[in-house]
């Protein structure tokens, strides 16, 4: 017992340390008027941080000169400024990141998180030093989620305003644009929807390449897509970001002439085996008329926006007679007729945009997203190129979706700042822009960190935190993982002019030649697999502690996945060495081997919700409302993924340009193929002969038109399937 006078000086000092407490606590509190309402960041935080939201206080505050926000506060009463909502967002990731040690991606995620939230040792203030964060490709609702709901994109969003995206490419929807603007122009409902293609193949519509395939779309899919569409533009507007909607340049139906006596239009040929749409001659008087149709239209449907996107005479699109520069005059007068203090963003890719359409336009409106700031070692000087015109710097890593890892970070780390503190810089944002998004979640992440980083990243400390936090804690087998990773498929650079990864063999039309299964892809790995291969052995000897996350499963199983894909490329030339020394008894073994490998990537691919052939399917099934109906978007779901379209296309070379390492894809289709041509090889040895040709469209069309069921659940242990593969594999 203390003396009656020491404790009442202790009670003296325990009301001083609570008034003292509540005095810290109230001035870290939200307090005063407020920039803007944070509830729907609030809304978005109990979504993502159930259980623990409430110990995150949102504070609004007025944007000066950019984006920015500030992480302070105390245990359990963590206090996220920030100048958007969606910025008050990102701030909470960085603060789950750099504090917490969590993760939320589009691929898994890590939230142990305590009772009570930690304070940060000092605030965290950090500003973003560009203003556009540009998210999607033009084809990512045909390569990532043409079938997906609510449920989907509601997480999507919020997971891109954690990253810090600020500007969103929205194709979905614009179906019902289009079929409300030519129901203007003489044409009936029947004949637009019979022109629109299925939602897996409409990107290529919407940029003049082709129509009608795997159509017609049925009236209620049209309201459907129209309601999600508007949940989506709603949803982004409401967290502060922009909606980047399609504008028009000029694509028409057939026979538009016919429709519209004195419409003038140009033919534009083939494109992938696909006759493409029309292009109506944006200086005839019917130009305009149809445009302020389409925004008219549009903006009833999904309302304005600040940014819209379109490229003129995309890969190959044909001018005939008329001049480009008047052309791309008139389209962006019809563009600022309807909006006039809309950008016109375009993408930057092969010669797009040309000089002529920059030098006739006015480039204070004009935004492009660069596709090949990493990809070509003559890129240098994008102010040149593009006349003075502001531009994001951007990659595109995967084509058609491919599950390939990997990505050209070290020329991110190094041109980003570079290009960013040049005298006279033009570039203005970021814009991340593979074929097919939600996976490879280390990209996306380092492309969206560019924007809000001082100075430049240091890629192994980055890679080294990404670990930490990406799985709850230091562990050396997660950094000893990433920095495999990162000397390997994420340390490529564009010096042999490619920005993507190789794809896998499996997944090839089979020859004992292959060297791809896209034709566009790389024909040799770019980096040293055995080196990968440590990633795998050290992932699998993480603390058992740190092994419970979505997160770290999700890359447990796409490292396995990479390293069965890469044992690929050396199998396949000892069974050609075996078939061209007639070696039968060995050609067997070494096929056997194949496809038990397939079996293994089959089973572990099966173990994570990410690699599913069926959700794939059952998504685009479910957006059916009759038998057949749900036959036919089925067809457009499996087509995208295989032939990708009809024998004409095939011969263009489209097919397999999707390709991916799905379970129910490489253990079916793709497996498959393989045996089918393994069979003909070996009774060719049998019966001495050459072997017969392989109608290998008509063997693969039969499967896009069939109807197997695979499992949209996952099956089976990761760790224990990945374990088997380096067993196997890895001595």
């Given at each position: 017992?203390?003396p009656?006078r020491l404790?009442?000086?202790?009670?003296?000092?325990a009301?001083l340390?609570?008034l003292?407490?509540?005095?810290?606590?109230?001035?870290?509190?939200p307090?005063?008027?407020?920039?803007?309402?944070?509830?729907?960041a609030?809304?978005a935080?109990d979504?993502?941080l159930?259980?623990?939201?409430d110990q995150i206080?949102?504070?609004?505050?007025?944007?000066?000169s950019?984006?920015s926000?500030?992480?302070s506060g105390?245990?359990?009463r963590?206090?996220v400024e920030?100048?958007s909502l969606?910025v008050l967002l990102?701030?909470?990731?960085?603060?789950?990141r750099?504090?917490v040690?969590?993760?939320i991606?589009?691929t898994g995620q890590q939230l142990?998180?305590?009772r009570r939230l930690?304070?940060?040792?000092?605030p965290?203030?950090?500003r973003?030093?560009?203003?556009?964060?540009?998210?999607?490709n033009d084809?990512?609702d045909?390569?990532t989620?043409p079938y997906?709901d609510?449920?989907?994109?509601?997480?999507?969003?919020d997971v891109?305003?954690?990253?810090g995206?600020n500007?969103?490419?929205?194709?979905l929807?614009q179906?019902?644009?289009?079929?409300?603007t030519?129901?203007e122009?003489g044409y009936?409902?029947?004949d637009v929807?019979?022109?629109?293609?299925?939602p897996a193949?409409?990107p290529?519509?919407?940029?003049?390449?082709m129509?009608?395939f795997a159509?017609?779309?049925?009236?209620r899919?049209?309201?459907?897509r129209?309601?999600?569409?508007?949940?989506?533009?709603?949803?982004?507007r409401?967290?502060g970001?922009?909606p980047?909607?399609?504008g028009y340049f000029?694509?028409?139906?057939?026979k538009f002439?016919e429709h519209?006596?004195?419409?003038r239009?140009v033919?534009q040929?083939?494109?992938?085996?696909?006759?493409r749409?029309?292009w109506?001659d944006?200086?005839?008087?019917?130009?305009?008329?149809?445009?302020?149709?389409?925004y008219?239209?549009?903006?009833?449907?999904y309302?304005?926006s600040s940014?819209?996107k379109?490229d003129l005479?995309?890969?190959g699109?044909?001018?005939g007679?008329v001049?480009?520069p008047e052309?791309?005059?008139?389209?962006?007068?019809?563009?600022?007729?309807?909006?006039?203090d809309a950008?016109?963003?375009?993408l930057?890719w092969q010669?797009?945009?040309r000089p002529d359409?920059?030098g006739?336009?006015?480039?204070?409106?004009?935004?492009i997203?660069?596709g090949?700031?990493?990809?070509?070692p003559?890129?240098t000087?994008?102010e040149?190129?593009w006349l003075?015109t502001?531009?994001a710097?951007g990659?595109?890593w995967?084509?058609g979706?491919?599950?390939?890892l990997?990505?050209?970070t070290?020329?991110?780390?190094?041109?980003?700042?570079?290009?960013?503190d040049k005298?006279?810089?033009?570039?203005s944002?970021?814009?991340?822009m593979?074929?097919?998004a939600?996976?490879?979640p280390?990209?996306?992440?380092?492309l969206?960190?560019?924007?809000?980083?001082?100075g430049?990243v240091d890629?192994?400390a980055?890679?080294?935190r990404?670990?930490e936090?990406?799985y709850?804690?230091?562990d050396?087998?997660?950094?000893a993982?990433?920095n495999?990773l990162?000397?390997?498929?994420y340390?490529t650079?564009?010096?042999d002019?490619w920005s993507?990864?190789?794809d896998?063999?499996y997944?090839?039309?089979?020859s004992?030649t292959t060297t791809?299964?896209?034709?566009?892809?790389?024909d040799?790995?770019?980096?040293d697999p055995?080196?990968?291969?440590r990633?795998?052995?050290e992932?699998l000897q993480?603390s058992?502690s740190l092994r419970r996350s979505s997160?770290?499963r999700?890359?447990l199983v796409?490292?396995?996945?990479?390293?069965l894909?890469?044992r690929?490329?050396?199998?396949?030339p000892r069974i050609?060495?075996a078939?061209?020394?007639?070696d039968?008894?060995?050609?067997?073994?070494?096929?056997?081997?194949?496809?038990?490998q397939?079996d293994?990537?089959?089973?572990?691919?099966?173990?994570d919700?990410h690699f599913?052939l069926g959700?794939?399917?059952d998504s685009?099934?479910?957006a059916?409302?009759t038998p057949?109906e749900k036959d036919l978007l089925?067809?457009d779901?499996r087509s995208?993924?295989?032939?990708?379209?009809t024998?004409?296309s095939d011969?263009?070379?489209?097919?397999d340009y999707?390709n991916?390492e799905?379970?129910?894809?490489?253990g079916?289709f793709y497996?498959?193929r393989w045996?089918?041509y393994f069979?003909?090889?070996?009774t060719?040895?049998?019966?001495?002969?050459?072997?017969?040709p392989i109608?290998w469209?008509?063997?693969?069309d039969?499967?896009?038109?069939?109807?197997?069921?695979?499992?949209?659940?996952?099956t089976?242990d990761?760790y224990?399937a990945?374990?088997?593969i380096a067993q196997e594999?890895?001595?």
């Amino acid at each position: 017992m203390h003396p009656p006078r020491l404790r009442c000086l202790f009670l003296v000092a325990a009301v001083l340390a609570t008034l003292l407490s509540t005095v810290t606590t109230a001035s870290a509190e939200p307090d005063g008027p407020q920039a803007f309402d944070t509830g729907p960041a609030t809304r978005a935080l109990d979504r993502l941080l159930p259980g623990r939201h409430d110990q995150i206080r949102l504070r609004a505050v007025p944007k000066d000169s950019g984006d920015s926000y500030r992480i302070s506060g105390q245990r359990g009463r963590i206090v996220v400024e920030g100048t958007s909502l969606a910025v008050l967002l990102t701030g909470v990731h960085t603060y789950l990141r750099e504090v917490v040690k969590a993760d939320i991606s589009w691929t898994g995620q890590q939230l142990n998180l305590p009772r009570r939230l930690p304070a940060p040792d000092h605030p965290i203030l950090r500003r973003a030093d560009v203003p556009h964060r540009f998210a999607f490709n033009d084809t990512n609702d045909g390569y990532t989620a043409p079938y997906a709901d609510w449920v989907y994109w509601e997480r999507e969003i919020d997971v891109l305003a954690l990253h810090g995206i600020n500007e969103v490419l929205v194709y979905l929807g614009q179906d019902e644009v289009y079929r409300r603007t030519f129901r203007e122009f003489g044409y009936g409902d029947a004949d637009v929807r019979a022109w629109i293609p299925g939602p897996a193949h409409q990107p290529w519509w919407l940029l003049q390449n082709m129509s009608g395939f795997a159509g017609p779309v049925s009236d209620r899919l049209l309201d459907q897509r129209t309601a999600l569409a508007r949940k989506i533009v709603g949803r982004l507007r409401e967290l502060g970001m922009t909606p980047v909607l399609p504008g028009y340049f000029g694509t028409v139906p057939p026979k538009f002439t016919e429709h519209n006596p004195g419409a003038r239009v140009v033919p534009q040929g083939l494109w992938g085996g696909f006759e493409r749409p029309d292009w109506l001659d944006p200086r005839n008087a019917y130009f305009a008329k149809v445009a302020a149709s389409f925004y008219r239209n549009q903006s009833t449907l999904y309302g304005d926006s600040s940014m819209y996107k379109m490229d003129l005479l995309h890969e190959g699109g044909n001018p005939g007679d008329v001049p480009v520069p008047e052309a791309a005059k008139a389209v962006q007068q019809a563009l600022r007729s309807a909006h006039p203090d809309a950008v016109w963003a375009i993408l930057g890719w092969q010669a797009n945009p040309r000089p002529d359409i920059l030098g006739a336009v006015d480039k204070s409106r004009m935004f492009i997203v660069d596709g090949l700031s990493d990809r070509y070692p003559t890129v240098t000087d994008r102010e040149k190129d593009w006349l003075g015109t502001p531009y994001a710097f951007g990659s595109i890593w995967n084509f058609g979706g491919h599950t390939v890892l990997g990505a050209n970070t070290p020329d991110w780390a190094r041109l980003y700042p570079q290009w960013r503190d040049k005298q006279g810089s033009r570039l203005s944002g970021i814009a991340m822009m593979p074929e097919g998004a939600d996976n490879n979640p280390a990209a996306m992440t380092l492309l969206t960190d560019l924007a809000w980083t001082p100075g430049s990243v240091d890629l192994a400390a980055w890679f080294d935190r990404y670990a930490e936090s990406r799985y709850g804690g230091e562990d050396p087998h997660a950094k000893a993982a990433w920095n495999a990773l990162r000397e390997t498929a994420y340390g490529t650079t564009r010096v042999d002019k490619w920005s993507e990864g190789a794809d896998g063999l499996y997944e090839a039309r089979p020859s004992l030649t292959t060297t791809h299964a896209a034709a566009w892809s790389p024909d040799h790995l770019r980096y040293d697999p055995a080196k990968f291969e440590r990633a795998l052995t050290e992932l699998l000897q993480v603390s058992p502690s740190l092994r419970r996350s979505s997160a770290y499963r999700y890359d447990l199983v796409d490292v396995a996945r990479q390293v069965l894909a890469n044992r690929s490329r050396e199998l396949l030339p000892r069974i050609k060495a075996a078939y061209d020394a007639k070696d039968r008894a060995r050609f067997g073994e070494l096929t056997g081997t194949w496809l038990r490998q397939m079996d293994l990537l089959d089973q572990v691919l099966g173990t994570d919700e990410h690699f599913l052939l069926g959700r794939w399917l059952d998504s685009a099934r479910a957006a059916g409302a009759t038998p057949s109906e749900k036959d036919l978007l089925e067809f457009d779901a499996r087509s995208i993924l295989t032939v990708w379209g009809t024998r004409n296309s095939d011969a263009e070379g489209l097919h397999d340009y999707a390709n991916r390492e799905w379970a129910g894809l490489v253990g079916d289709f793709y497996a498959h193929r393989w045996r089918t041509y393994f069979t003909e090889l070996d009774t060719a040895l049998a019966e001495n002969r050459a072997p017969r040709p392989i109608d290998w469209f008509a063997l693969e069309d039969q499967w896009t038109h069939g109807h197997q069921r695979y499992p949209a659940r996952p099956t089976g242990d990761s760790y224990s399937a990945a374990s088997r593969i380096a067993q196997e594999l890895i001595r």
